[in-house]
């Protein structure tokens, strides 16, 4: 049975400093790491999809890395704003995309 | 723009009431899941339909059931709700293609019962 570990559980930093969420997962036959975010009350939004046989994905100042082999996944996060404060799940997918969840890293960014 | 639609997005239901939570997909996605989150947890996995194929996690109890009608409309049945079935309800989406699946969810829906 597939199991997501998130670390750290809860992180605060300033504003405009770079950062690294941790995931780590137990099966690595995956065939995607999917990263969310999630703002108090409401749903989950899709930052980044990286596919098992890709190394990593960039999106503006995220980027997304994946090492199957050790059952890893990191979130870089450049430049913190304090609108990136929010909930940051990653999901390990399986067949037909059904996810497994990590339990979240609460990222708070201050001004 | 093409999105997941939860509705409503909060639901107060009494004990034992039977409640139903709605989604709709204007993605046209072939596959559609539904989440359960509770409170400062990770979001589980009760089922899911794979076109018209209904599956069910082996964890997720009897009282919950789900109907899909055609591909754009999933509907989630509580039979008879329970204070520990009270979490935000999380519909989702994909287009599984070659094991490569996206998933988008919807805003949720927040069921509070008492």
């Known amino acids: 049975k597939q199991e997501v570990t998130q670390i750290p559980a809860a992180l605060s930093v300033p504003e405009g400093e770079n950062l690294v969420l941790n995931c780590s997962f137990t099966d690595s036959a995956i065939y995607n790491l999917q990263w969310f975010r999630q703002d108090p009350g409401k749903g989950l939004t899709s930052l980044l999809l990286?596919?098992?046989?890709?190394r990593e994905q960039t999106s503006g100042r995220l980027n997304a890395s994946l090492d199957k082999s050790s059952g890893r996944s990191t979130l870089y996060i450049a430049a913190s704003q304090p609108g990136d404060s929010a909930t940051y799940l990653c999901?390990?997918?399986?067949?037909?995309?059904?996810?497994?969840f990590g339990q979240g890293t609460i990222l708070t960014v201050h001004p | 723009d093409a999105m997941v639609i939860q509705n409503p997005r909060y639901q107060v239901t009494q004990f034992g009431k039977p409640v139903t939570l709605s989604c709709s997909q204007t993605l046209n996605h072939n596959v559609m899941y539904w989440y359960q989150q509770k409170s400062s947890q990770a979001p589980k996995l009760l089922f899911h339909y794979y076109d018209k194929d209904f599956n069910n996690e082996a964890d997720t109890p009897d009282n919950f059931q789900s109907r899909r009608p055609n591909t754009s409309f999933c509907f989630l049945d509580i039979r008879s709700p329970g204070l520990g079935d009270a979490a935000m309800y999380l519909c989702?989406?994909?287009?599984?293609?070659?094991?490569?699946?996206?998933?988008?969810f919807g805003q949720g829906t927040r069921l509070t019962v008492v």
């Open positions: 989702a989406t994909s287009r599984v293609f070659q094991g490569i699946a996206e998933a988008f």
């Open positions: 990286i596919q098992s046989s890709q």
């Open positions: 999901a390990a997918s399986t067949s037909y995309g059904k996810l497994t």
